[in-house]
């Protein structure tokens, strides 16, 4: 395996790792939201709303990074790097979410823009949890039981 498909597999592993752990902690938070107030009942403050915001953020930047790394898997595929960043322009194209340039942009420049996505995400998290733990905390954290 040649250093590029080496390096294209590793982002793809990475992106679907963290989208999916990132992914499912948010639902997890949206879900622990309703049964943390237990019988006093959910209601929808405009805490609990802003959190609800940052959780499908969260969820449209996982889904998103899963689709980054099928085109980095995509690339991977390809023998050559030239060859699979212009099938993945292809198919950007084809799917009309980007026209196609001249000059192609090279893999290492993807990448980091993918790990730009992955810092909101994870920007987006740490302000869904620590609103979670704000709205817990300000009802009493009452117990389940």
Same mark, same amino acid.
């Given at each position: 395996m040649t250093q590029w498909k080496s390096t294209a597999a590793a982002a793809a592993r =990475?992106?679907? $790792?963290? =989208? *999916?752990?990132?992914?499912? &902690? #948010?639902?997890l938070t949206l879900i622990a939201g309703p *049964? &943390?107030?237990?019988?006093?009942?959910? #209601?929808? =403050?405009?805490?609990?709303?802003s959190m609800l915001v940052f959780c499908l953020v969260v969820l449209a930047l996982a889904i998103h990074l899963l689709f980054d790394a099928l085109l980095f898997r995509l690339a991977s595929s390809h023998e050559t790097e030239a060859a699979g960043l212009a099938a993945v @322009? @292809?198919?950007l194209s $084809?799917?009309?979410l980007r026209k196609p340039d001249r000059t192609p942009a090279r893999l290492e420049r993807r990448i980091a823009? =993918? $790990? $730009?996505?992955v810092w909101q995400q994870r920007f987006a998290l740490a302000i869904?949890?620590?609103m979670f733990a704000v709205q817990f905390t300000a009802t009493g954290g009452t117990p389940l039981c």
């Amino acid at each position: 395996m040649t250093q590029w498909k080496s390096t294209a597999a590793a982002a793809a592993r =990475s992106l679907g $790792r963290n =989208s *999916i752990v990132c992914g499912v &902690t #948010a639902l997890l938070t949206l879900i622990a939201g309703p *049964i &943390t107030q237990g019988y006093r009942g959910f #209601a929808l =403050s405009p805490g609990w709303l802003s959190m609800l915001v940052f959780c499908l953020v969260v969820l449209a930047l996982a889904i998103h990074l899963l689709f980054d790394a099928l085109l980095f898997r995509l690339a991977s595929s390809h023998e050559t790097e030239a060859a699979g960043l212009a099938a993945v @322009d @292809d198919l950007l194209s $084809r799917m009309q979410l980007r026209k196609p340039d001249r000059t192609p942009a090279r893999l290492e420049r993807r990448i980091a823009g =993918s $790990r $730009r996505i992955v810092w909101q995400q994870r920007f987006a998290l740490a302000i869904c949890l620590l609103m979670f733990a704000v709205q817990f905390t300000a009802t009493g954290g009452t117990p389940l039981c």
